[in-house]
């Protein structure tokens, strides 16, 4: 069984920042792409960030580009989503996910566990 568990989402003013972290119970983490969704009220699941297995790739989101950043630590079975410059806009429940697959990929269907979900709520 693969649990992930999201950490780090809060109240944080525009413009402000906040890091999100995701702990994965699995040894093999390193095997897995990770990726970053969020979901606001009324809308649909939306693509932010994924990485690779190794770290050494990465993919972002046009909406966040340049403001996100995701990256990992495979000795920590963790994934990180550093989020600078945070607009009211950014406001959702942010879920982390792995997938069985040392790839990553933005479809969330292809994604094969998820965590709980973090609150994020930016004022402005």
């Known amino acids: 069984q693969v649990r992930l568990a999201e950490s780090g989402g809060g109240l944080v003013q525009e413009g402000g920042s906040l890091r999100l972290s995701c702990a994965v119970s699995?040894?093999?983490?390193?095997?897995?792409?990770m990726g970053w969704f969020r979901q606001a009220p009324g809308k649909a699941r939306e693509f932010i960030a994924a990485?690779?297995?190794?770290?050494?790739?990465?993919f972002h989101a046009d909406s966040v580009k340049g403001r996100f950043t995701i990256s990992r630590d495979n000795a920590k079975n963790t994934v990180y989503l550093q989020m600078n410059s945070l607009k009211p806009e950014d406001t959702a429940v942010y879920y982390c996910?792995?997938?069985?697959?040392?790839?990553?990929?933005?479809?969330?269907?292809?994604?094969?566990?998820w965590g709980q979900g973090t609150q994020v709520t930016v004022s402005s």
């Open positions: 699995r040894r093999t983490f390193s095997g897995n792409a």
């Open positions: 990485i690779n297995w190794s770290g050494a790739d990465t």
């Open positions: 996910a792995a997938r069985t697959s040392i790839y990553y990929t933005s479809r969330a269907n292809n994604y094969n566990y």
